[in-house]
C-alpha cells in the first residue's frame, strides 16, 4: 500500500471520529483527526457535566428497539460494539463504570474529562496525529480534502475519509451542520436536520414566566397521543424541557411541524387514584387561600399550583369553581398547548442528516468511494440515557472498520 493510500483523514474530534480513529490506527493505518475547534471532544465533555452517561444497561433487545426506525441499520454496528464492549473499553481506559437506579451505565468518576484524557493518550500511543483549527470546506478540484486554517487554506490527500462532524446542536462546541450543504452539493440525499431531544415553546403569561422560570418539577407522568412517561421537568422562560419533556420530543416535534402545535398533558400527581385525589379536594376549604388549601389538600407545590392557575386562566375557568371531580382530573390531566420546538442550537441531539440509503454496509458512501459517516450526522435519533453515546461509539467503530476494508482492498494484485 501506498503511504498515500495508508492516509486516513478522519475530520471531527468528537466521540465518532475518535472511535474511527482507534480503530484505524490499530489496524496499522497512519490517521490524522482534523476538527475545527482548537480541542477535542468539546461537545463530549459537555455531555459529561452532569454525569457522562456512556450507555445503558439494558437487554439488546429492547436497547435496539430505542432507535426506532433506524433500528435496522444500525443493529450491526451495535451489536459488534454493545454496551458491554463500551464499558469495557472504558475500564480499559481506567475509568471503570456502574450501574445507575435507572440502569444508565456512568464511569465511577461521573466526568467526561479523565476518560477523554485517558483516550487521548491512547490515541497519541497508536500515532494518530490532531489537526485543529480545520475547518472542512469540501474537495478541491483534484479531489484532495480542502480545509480553512488560521494560516490560509489547505489541501490534503488521503486514501480514505471518515467524516464524523456531529449534527446541528450546540454549535458553538463545533457541529454546526455546515457539512448539509457541502454532501448535498455531491448529490447525497438528506433529511433535514431538526431538533431531538429538546425542550418545547410554550406562551406563558409574563406572571408565571418570571415567578418559576428554572423551577423543576418532579415525580411527573407526560403523556401525548399514546405514549406516557415518568420523569421531570422544568419551566424554562420561553417553555418547558427537561428528561420526560425529551422523552417525548420526537413525537412532539412531527406534530407540531404537521399541525402548528401540539398539545401535552401532565399528571402533577400520578401516584395518587382519581378516588383518593377526589376525596381529599372534598374536604372543607373553610379560609385558606385556594393556594394553601392545594398545597395542603393535593400537596401540590407552588409550581404545580401557579401551572394550574396558568391553564386554567388561559381556558378562562376560575380553579375555585370547579368541583372536587373536575378539579381531581385536571390536576392528572394538565394541558399544555406547545407551539414549536426550542431551537435547533439548544437541543441535545438532531434528528435527519444522511439517508441511510446513501450508505452501504460499511457505512461507506455510495457516491463517494472511499468517504465514510458515522455519527450524529446519519439520519437517526434516540432518546437520552446513554442511546445517543453508543450509537456514536458503534457507527464510529463501524466507519473505521469499512474504511480498513477498503483500504485493503485497495492493494493492487502482485
Given at each position: ?38 480541542s ?6 459537555m455531555?459529561?457535566?452532569g ?70 493518550r ?23 480534502l480542502?480545509f ?51 425542550g ?5 403569561s409574563d ?27 422544568i ?95 385536571l ?52 432518546p ?23 483500504l ?7
Open positions: 500500500m501506498s503511504s498515500i493510500q495508508n492516509q486516513v483523514a478522519v475530520i471531527g474530534a468528537g466521540p465518532a471520529g475518535l472511535m474511527a480513529a482507534e480503530v484505524l490506527a490499530q489496524k496499522g493505518c497512519s490517521v490524522t483527526v482534523y476538527d475545527a475547534m482548537p477535542a471532544g468539546r461537545k463530549f465533555l455531555a459529561g457535566r454525569g457522562l452517561n456512556l450507555t445503558h444497561s439494558e437487554a439488546l433487545p429492547a436497547f435496539l428497539t430505542r432507535y426506532g426506525r433506524a433500528m435496522p441499520q444500525l443493529a450491526a454496528a451495535i451489536e459488534k460494539f454493545p454496551p458491554d464492549r463500551l464499558r469495557q473499553w472504558s475500564e480499559a481506559l481506567g475509568q471503570p463504570t456502574f450501574v445507575g437506579s435507572s440502569g444508565r451505565v456512568f464511569p465511577k468518576e461521573m466526568k467526561a474529562s479523565p476518560l477523554l484524557r485517558a483516550w487521548l491512547r490515541l497519541d500511543s497508536l500515532s494518530v496525529r490532531f489537526a485543529f483549527r480545520h475547518r472542512w470546506t469540501g474537495w478541491d478540484e483534484e479531489g484532495r480542502s480553512d486554517t488560521p494560516g490560509g487554506p489547505r489541501a490534503i490527500e488521503a486514501g480514505a475519509t471518515v467524516l464524523a462532524l456531529g449534527g446541528a446542536s450546540w454549535p458553538r462546541l463545533g457541529s454546526d451542520g455546515a457539512w448539509t450543504k457541502i454532501l448535498a452539493a455531491k448529490g447525497v440525499t438528506m433529511s433535514p436536520l431538526k431538533p431531538a431531544n429538546c418545547f415553546i410554550v406562551a406563558w406572571v408565571f414566566r418570571d415567578r418559576f422560570e428554572g423551577q423543576p418539577l418532579k415525580s411527573l407522568a407526560l403523556s401525548f397521543s399514546a405514549r406516557a412517561v415518568r420523569g421531570e421537568a419551566i424554562t422562560r420561553t417553555g418547558i424541557e427537561g428528561g420526560a419533556v425529551y422523552a417525548l420530543s420526537a413525537e412532539l416535534r412531527e406534530a407540531i411541524l404537521s399541525s402548528g402545535q401540539a398539545t401535552l398533558h401532565i399528571a402533577l400527581r400520578p401516584d395518587l387514584e382519581t378516588g383518593d385525589l377526589i376525596a381529599r379536594l372534598s374536604a372543607p376549604r373553610g379560609k385558606q387561600s385556594l393556594s394553601n388549601w392545594l398545597r395542603k389538600a393535593a400537596q401540590l407545590s407552588p409550581v404545580r399550583i401557579g401551572l394550574l392557575q396558568e391553564v386554567a386562566i388561559a381556558s378562562g375557568v376560575s380553579l375555585s369553581s370547579l368541583s372536587p371531580q373536575d378539579l381531581a382530573e390536576i392528572n390531566v394538565v394541558p399544555i398547548k406547545l407551539n414549536g420546538a426550542a431551537p435547533m442550537a439548544r437541543a441535545i441531539s438532531t434528528a435527519g442528516g444522511i439517508s441511510f440509503d446513501e450508505l452501504d454496509a460499511d457505512f461507506m458512501l455510495r457516491r463517494l468511494p472511499g468517504t465514510f459517516a458515522a455519527g450524529e450526522m446519519l439520519d437517526w435519533e434516540a437520552t440515557g446513554g442511546y445517543l453515546l453508543q450509537a456514536s461509539f458503534a457507527t464510529g467503530a463501524a466507519a473505521g472498520r469499512g474504511a480498513v476494508k477498503w485493503e482492498n485497495q492493494i493492487p494484485s502482485p
